[in-house]
């Protein structure tokens, strides 16, 4: 998971999302835990602490050692015979809770079924569009106060 974690906080600084964002993301709390059927993550605001799901809702968990290459997904489908085909994105959920940690909801979106905000995750499914926009400077006044 810490690895994860790591990879996530890089793709956020890489993509230009306010060091002082990534620092408050970067100082929470991650751990994995045994959490209810189909719950991959759980965000605990007021204590700066993610949970994520030790079996993936028992689908298990894909990661990749390259986070950075997306080389498993195409149109943020995984493809098929991969790793990532048919489990949830380790990835994907770590940076949607940490959405949450940024002040943001969940949403269901039928418009844009790739928002990373979206509540359900399907397996084989990776959601980096727009993380700009997730984490934009505005979320530090939204909820980022740990």
Known sequence: LQNVVQSALQLLRSDGIDPTVVQLLASANYQVAALPTGVLGVTYTDTASI???????????????????????????????????????????????????????????????????????????????ALDQVFAASASSNGLSF
């Open 51 to 129: 949970l994520i799901s030790a079996d993936a809702a028992g689908n298990g968990w894909f990661t990749d050692a390259s986070a950075q290459s997306n080389a498993e997904f195409v149109n943020d489908q995984a493809l098929p015979g991969t790793a990532a085909a048919g489990h949830a994105d380790l990835l994907t959920t770590v940076l949607h809770e940490m959405g949450h940690l940024a002040g943001r909801p969940d949403v269901t979106n039928s418009f844009n079924p790739y928002d990373l905000m979206e509540q359900v995750l399907p397996n084989g499914m990776r959601r980096l569009d």
